[in-house]
Nanobody, 116 residues
Framework: QVQLVESGGDLVQPGGSLRLSCVAS????????MNWYRQAPGKQRELVATITSGGSTNYAGSVQGRFTISRDNSKNTAYLQMNRLKPEDTAVYYC??????????WGQGTQVTVSS
């Protein structure tokens, strides 16, 4: 049984920081490519960050330099460290992972709200 479970979403002030976690079970985590997506109200889901099984990373231009994706294979966990948060970062954030095309997995989402 494959499960991805996100946590760490919260209400934070502009300029603040937050770390999201995604714990995977039922998979060979170290072989998976992991992603963080987000979806704001009234907008399409967008890819925020990617980390490969080898540890290479990629980011959306809107978060480059502020967000960091990482993974701890010993804990079957992917992270998204978010710094210098802006109101436009407000969204539901989703963890995604896959190894084989057409067989990807999703978490339930965690709400991040950036507001004064």
């Amino acid at each position: 049984q494959v499960q991805l479970v996100e946590s760490g979403g919260d209400l934070v002030q502009p300029g603040g920081s937050l770390r999201l976690s995604c714990v995977a079970s039922g998979v060979m985590f170290k072989t998976f490519l992991m992603n963080w997506y987000r979806q704001a109200p009234g907008k399409q889901r967008e890819l925020v960050a990617t980390i490969t099984s080898g540890g290479s990373t990629n980011y959306a231009g809107s978060v480059q330099g502020r967000f960091t994706i990482s993974r701890d294979n010993s804990k079957n966990t992917a992270y998204l460290q978010m710094n210098r948060l802006k109101p436009e970062d407000t969204a539901v954030y989703y963890c995604n992972g896959w190894r084989i095309v057409g067989k990807d997995y999703w978490g339930q989402g965690t709400q991040v709200t950036v507001s004064s």
